[in-house]
T-cell receptor
Framework: DTGVSQDPRHKITKRGQNVTFRCDPI?????LYWYRQTLGQGPEFLTY????????KSRLLSDRFSAERPKGSFSTLEIQRTEQGDSAMYLC????????????FGSGTRLTVV | GENVEQHPSTLSVQEGDSAVIKCTYS??????FPWYKQELGKGPQLIID?????GEKKDQRIAVTLNKTAKHFSLHITETQPEDSAVYFC?????????????FGAGTTVTVRA
């Protein structure tokens, strides 16, 4: 296990289509986070899981967004009826769950909605 | 929630000179402060972090200082090299909260001139 993997790396979709991204965290990490990053900004928190439980969702996560982490392993982030404002880098990160350790981020999925 | 401000937004330095990036945070309960480096097309990578019970931490050419009273912390890069060119993000987290999420600054684009 060499790190956090995200798939796909790039996604171009037409407005109104649904898209789904996948994240595979570091295997021993029980916490998994989704962040969104737009150009020139720092990552913004979307949601996080402890094992399979989704414990918090940001106000940024509208009803069109849904995330799952079945069995506490990989996670998926789905965006329904995409809008141009959804264009961003979607980053996944994982951590061991102790309070003083930083995240390990994946390389992200860059979404472009045309 | 936590609000992190980061300055400057861009920084150009001559190779061999030092670079300093400063961040302020709003939540006095925050006690973990990581710094991330993001290269083009990659996810953020943790480069150094500091806890609130420590005033300074150094790792080879990089160091971080923390002033809890003033609620600010800084990243220092000495003897800069071309490979230090990247976007740097500071972040803060209150591990005592239930969410364990990081709040990021907007980033500093560092360019090292050869």
């Amino acid at each position: 296990d060499t790190g956090v993997s995200q798939d796909p790396r790039h996604k171009i979709t037409k407005r109104g289509q649904n898209v789904t991204f996948r994240c595979d965290p570091i295997s021993e990490h029980n916490r998994l986070y989704w962040y969104r990053q737009t150009l020139g900004q720092g990552p913004e928190f979307l949601t996080y899981f402890q094992n399979e439980a989704q414990l918090e969702k940001s106000r940024l996560l509208s009803d069109r967004f849904s995330a799952e982490r079945p069995k506490g392993s990989f996670s998926t982030l789905e965006i329904q009826r995409t809008e141009q404002g959804d264009s961003a880098m979607y980053l996944c990160a994982s951590s061991s769950g102790t309070g003083y350790y930083g995240y390990t981020f994946g390389s992200g999925t860059r979404l472009t909605v045309v | 929630g936590e609000n992190v401000e980061q300055h400057p937004s861009t920084l150009s330095v001559q190779e061999g000179d030092s670079a300093v990036i400063k961040c302020t945070y709003s939540d006095s309960a925050s006690n973990y402060f990581p710094w991330y480096k993001q290269e083009l097309g990659k996810g953020p990578q943790l480069i150094i972090d500091i806890r609130s019970n420590v005033g300074e931490k150094k790792d080879q050419r990089i160091a971080v200082t923390l002033n809890k009273t003033a609620k600010h912390f800084s990243l220092h890069i000495t003897e800069t090299q071309p490979e230090d060119s990247a976007v740097y993000f500071c972040a803060a987290r209150n591990p005592d909260s239930n969410d364990y999420k990081l709040s990021f600054g907007a980033g500093t684009t560092v360019t090292v001139r050869a």
